[in-house]
């Protein structure tokens, strides 16, 4: 028998307003606030929309003048949750239920445990207007602002869920929403949270979350080369453990394998996957070529090696690494205060031929420079400067040079990236990423939208700006950079 819990039990219709004086009472408000303020003096603006709310929200409480009854059966249980509602309320915000209450009075929905657990929510927000979310909340809300065309409440859920993204979980929220944008086919949120994983994936490797990761989302995570993490070795030993852990396929292990990019492992590392990895053990025969491809490259000089061999892939081009080799962290304190300037030194190449050889990079921070367009003009006249500039005018820029020319850079250029962190719940998350190449020795749109005179700036931590430079190189003979 099915338990059935009132969770709106209707009372006597003490209220004796039909929903026509309802629809007028709205009309009433929305044309005060729209009175004509037009110079009149004596014109005033007369607010009672909280207190309609409110009203309103009594209305679903109370079950006043309810006209539909909503029975909704929990999947898997015998729980039946009874919400008395008004017909005028529903078909406002949502054409399903203006069809599903044509000619009924009474409805029976099924809804699977986690949305059913927050149809009151939904209901009152139907009401009101209004709606709190927490993280596990976001998909189930979805969910039924979806199945119910409610178009308002999606796009604010979704909206929500972008920007939540670096919010911290105890299970970790992102990779189970990727796959929920996967199913409901929202390509904008599935780019976010993908973004938002490559640039952390780091911290996703050593949390909880990995397990969550899918086969397909891994594979679409290996062919990219924003990947933010310590090194390739990092990737190789989560790839190992996730397989270790899900058991797939062979064919897809193997697919995975190769698209690690064995290049910027070290020699002496690859030597021991070779004989101490299980899964490289197992498969050696399907990434053979690859390590001795890579073997070969880390022997000679990657222009050498270029003559014989075809290299022209994305194979040799090192992701976004954070080991001492590739970059270096910078923390600006007070960023708005002057310019800033640091020095570091980097590996000139991923491989071993050149890894004694190192670039020093000069970096300067300016938070208020100004382009040519926007300098001051200056006239024989008495006036002096014709134009008058601000401070706000200015932008930050960020502009990494190498310290000295070398022979060893012939045929090699570098493409530097920024990562500015941010901080939530206690850790440091990458949000903004920029990236560029020598040629312009700087990044047009560097923290075009930061306002670094405001603490409470999303780009700051502690009032400190934190960035962590990469240089990656790139041979010209080799690889082709799609900008």
């Not at 690859?270 to 050696?284: N, R």
């Not at 310019?339 to 030194?345: E, G, H, K, L, V």
């Not at 991923?350 to 890894?355: I, Q, T, V, Y």
Request: charged share 20%; proline share 4%.
């Amino acid at each position: 028998m099915a338990k059935v819990i009132g969770i709106r039990q209707a009372e006597p219709r003490r209220w004796a307003c039909s929903f026509a004086a309802l629809s007028l009472l709205c009309l009433a408000v929305q044309a005060v606030q729209k009175a004509d303020l037009s110079g009149d003096s004596t014109v005033a603006t007369i607010n009672h929309s909280m207190s309609l709310l409110q009203r309103l929200q009594e209305l679903l409480s109370n079950g006043n003048a309810s006209d539909t009854t909503l029975r909704v059966r929990t999947a898997g249980s015998d729980e039946i949750k009874v919400f008395h509602t008004h017909q005028l309320m529903l078909s406002l915000q949502s054409e399903i239920f203006e069809s599903l209450l044509h000619n009924q009075t009474v409805l029976t929905l099924h809804e699977p445990p986690d949305s059913a657990a927050l149809f009151e929510k939904f209901i009152r927000y139907l009401y009101c207007g209004e709606i709190s979310i927490l993280l596990h909340q976001a998909i189930p809300l979805h969910r039924l602002a979806s199945k119910y065309r409610v178009s308002s409440l999606q796009r604010g859920v979704a909206e929500y869920m972008k920007s939540h993204l670096a919010s911290e979980s105890n299970q970790g929220h992102v990779v189970g929403w990727y796959h929920y944008a996967v199913r409901i086919g929202d390509e904008a949120l599935q780019e976010s949270c993908l973004q938002f994983l490559a640039w952390n994936l780091s911290a996703v490797i050593n949390s909880a979350e990995w397990t969550s990761v899918s086969v397909d989302l891994l594979l679409l995570l290996l062919e990219r080369s924003d990947l933010v993490l310590q090194s390739e070795l990092e990737l190789y030993t989560a790839v190992e453990e996730w397989v270790a852990t899900h058991q797939p396929e062979d064919l897809v292990v193997e697919k995975m394998l190769r698209s690690l990019r064995y290049p910027m492992i070290s020699p002496s590392h690859l030597f021991h996957l070779q004989k101490q990895s299980p899964v490289m053990v197992k498969h050696y025969k399907a990434v053979q070529d690859l390590l001795f491809q890579a073997f070969q490259f880390h022997s000679a000089s990657p222009i050498h090696f270029a003559k014989y061999f075809d290299v022209n892939c994305s194979m040799f081009l090192p992701r976004n690494y954070l080991s001492t080799s590739w970059g270096s962290q910078w923390v600006i304190n007070n960023p708005a205060r002057d310019d800033r300037s640091t020095s570091f030194q980097t590996q000139l190449g991923p491989s071993n031929h050149d890894s004694a050889k190192r670039v020093t990079w000069n970096v300067l921070f300016s938070p208020r420079w100004l382009p040519v367009s926007l300098r001051p003009v200056y006239s024989d006249s008495v006036s002096g400067a014709i134009q008058s500039i601000r401070i706000e005018d200015g932008r930050p820029r960020l502009v990494i040079t190498p310290a000295t020319t070398s022979s060893d850079f012939a045929g090699v250029s570098f493409q530097k990236t920024i990562l500015v962190g941010v901080r939530q719940q206690g850790k440091v998350f990458v949000k903004h990423a920029y990236s560029f190449h020598q040629s312009t020795d700087e990044v047009a749109d560097f923290l075009v939208h930061a306002d670094l005179q405001k603490r409470t700036s999303e780009y700051l931590i502690d009032n400190s700006l934190h960035l962590h430079i990469i240089v990656k190189p790139v041979y010209h003979s080799l690889i082709k950079v799609k900008k």
